[in-house]
């Protein structure tokens, strides 16, 4: 790997500008608030395990976390149940449907399989340990802030538009309450559920959330240890299933590390033990993955070096 903080810098610069205005995709419509954030915006941030930072664009534009929120109640949720009880009352396994699918449940006997899409995601916060719906957010919203190092805050109005018109959620909840795998109250985890995925993140946040994953579990800004260094490789499997929904397996395949996104435009790959590559563009491909987000991750981690499979001589 190129670690020289010169070439990362450089690499951070260049992928912004080759890929900040590719053309394609469209912001996500289902919820109201994506739709109406400007399509051109376009943020790439790197931070390393050693707590190097780099970034260009609009890295600091506060984007909806979304789906990304899921990696992060699933390390809650497995330092409090641990990863075998994790594995065994959600999942690690990819669904194969869509991320919001009814029929992955009916397909796997009401077990959602994996805790990255909506139904185990639901069913992960459902195992946060907490008496009071107050209690399993602050818990939630107090790791986020942990993973990032910042104050990070809900958005008010997303949050209104999305427990507005997530009448698909709440219907996954019941479907899973009603198998015995949802472990609290159905619409308590769905409206936590649906609050975590409305916090506002910047580029360069998710990138040290990565950071911290990569790190072993310190935050490499704040140094406070966060997560246990044992639960993250299986944070990072999972993430390799099912991270960039229906393409994850293409993604895993191309580009080689351990991803997640969000149909806010945020994307995050992890390179174990050696940093995090986050990128943000409102506009999606069909499957939901950010369409410059992609490209922007991918040119830095091609050009670093930076792939979980690579093997001596490739
Ligand atoms: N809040 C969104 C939902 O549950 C998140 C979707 C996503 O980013 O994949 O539908």
Same mark, same amino acid.
């Given at each position: 790997m190129t670690t020289d903080t010169q070439s990362i810098a450089a690499l951070v610069s260049e992928a912004h500008s080759l890929f900040a205005a590719t053309p394609g995709g469209a912001n996500a419509s289902y919820i109201p608030y994506l739709a109406?954030?400007?399509?051109t915006l376009a943020g790439l941030a790197v931070v390393t395990a050693d707590g190097q930072v780099f970034e260009a664009g609009d890295s600091k534009y506060a984007f909806a976390i979304e789906s990304i929120s899921k990696v992060f109640s699933l390390a809650l949720a497995m330092e409090d149940i641990g990863p075998d009880a994790l594995r065994q009352k959600v999942g690690a396994d990819p669904t194969g449907m869509p991320f919001n699918s009814v029929m992955a449940l009916e397909l796997h006997d #009401?077990?959602?399989?994996?805790?990255?899409?909506n139904a185990g995601a639901m069913s992960t916060v459902s195992l946060v340990?907490?008496?009071t719906a107050e209690e399993r957010w602050a818990r939630i919203l107090g790791m986020q802030r942990d993973l990032a190092g910042r104050q990070i805050e809900l958005s008010d109005e997303v949050n209104q538009s999305e427990q507005t018109t997530n009448f698909h959620n709440r219907a996954i909840a019941w479907l899973l309450y009603s198998a015995g795998t949802m472990y609290s109250d159905a619409m308590q985890a769905c409206d936590v559920y649906t609050r975590q995925c409305s916090t506002l993140i910047t580029a360069l946040d998710l990138a040290t959330m990565g950071a911290t994953l990569a790190s072993g579990g310190i935050n490499p800004i704040t140094k406070k240890r966060v997560l246990t260094a044992a639960n993250i490789p299986h944070i990072l499997a999972e993430m390799t299933m099912?991270?960039?929904? #229906?393409s994850s397996g293409d993604w895993a395949y191309t580009v080689g590390l351990p991803g997640k996104s969000g149909v806010g435009g945020g994307i995050l790959a992890v390179m174990p033990g050696q940093l995090a590559i986050a990128g943000f563009s409102p506009p999606l491909d069909p499957v939901g993955n950010s369409v410059r987000g992609q490209r922007m991750v991918a040119h830095v981690a091609k050009a670093l070096g930076l792939n979980l499979y690579r093997v001596p001589g490739a």
């Open positions: 109406s954030v400007p399509s #009401d077990k959602p399989l994996s805790p990255l899409v340990k907490a008496s099912e991270g960039l929904y #229906d």
